[in-house]
Each structure stands twice: as structure tokens, then as C-alpha cells.
């Protein structure tokens, strides 16, 4: 089945940097698009950025657009989120998945990004 399994949240001072990763398996991976996404404490979970199976088109919500990169290995089923100039409203537990009518049901747990002083 579907498994989709983040890694490398943690807590970190504003201006610094996390890389998050996702491995995938249970799927051809290279043929979704994948996004990440957020859910921050009392709100909806939101995409904050998707790219293409092949890697072209990388797309990003505007809160992150300039200070986050989405990339992906196909070879290794794994997409990732290199997010720099954290700042705290980029505190939420940040969750892989599919993009758009792809998207599966079931999610992984996710990781906790926290963004304090």
C-alpha cells in the first residue's frame, strides 16, 4: 500500500534553515506529481508547493515563494523541501502526498517544523 513517510522537522530560530524529506513507495512514484503541505496549529492543512513527475514545473504558494526549493529523486522515490529565512508562521507539521486529483486518502504522519526564538 500507499506509505508515505516524512523526516527532518525540528526547531529552529527564525532566519535558519530545515531540509525536509519524504520517501514514497507503494506507487510509481516518478509518474505523480508531488506537493508538500502544511497544517499549522488550529488551521487547514494547506499545499505550499508542488512539482512535475519529470521535476520541470515547481510551483509555490506566496507565503514561501523565494525562500523555499521542492525538489525530487525519482531514483530514490523521494521528494524534498529545502526551506530557507524561516520564519514562525512557518511553524505546522509539514506532510508529503500527491498533487491535485492524485492525491491519495491516506497521509503520513508528518513532521513538525517549529520556528522560534
Known amino acids: 500500500q500507499v506509505q508515505l513517510v516524512e523526516s527532518g522537522g525540528g526547531l529552529v530560530q527564525p532566519g535558519g534553515s530545515l531540509r525536509l524529506s519524504c520517501a514514497a513507495s507503494?506507487?510509481?512514484?516518478?509518474?505523480?506529481?508531488m506537493g508538500w503541505y502544511r497544517q499549522a496549529p488550529g488551521k487547514e492543512r494547506e499545499l505550499v508547493a508542488y512539482i512535475s513527475s519529470t521535476a520541470s514545473r515547481p510551483n509555490y504558494a506566496g507565503s514561501v515563494k523565494g525562500r523555499f526549493t521542492i525538489s525530487r529523486d525519482n531514483a530514490k522515490n523521494t521528494v524534498y523541501l529545502q526551506m530557507n529565512s524561516l520564519k514562525p508562521e512557518d511553524t505546522g507539521v509539514y506532510y508529503c502526498?500527491?498533487?491535485?486529483?492524485?492525491?491519495?486518502?491516506?497521509w503520513g504522519q508528518g513532521t513538525q517544523v517549529t520556528v522560534s526564538s
Open positions: 507503494g506507487f510509481t512514484f516518478s509518474n505523480y506529481h
Open positions: 502526498n500527491a498533487y491535485g486529483g492524485s492525491r491519495f486518502e491516506s
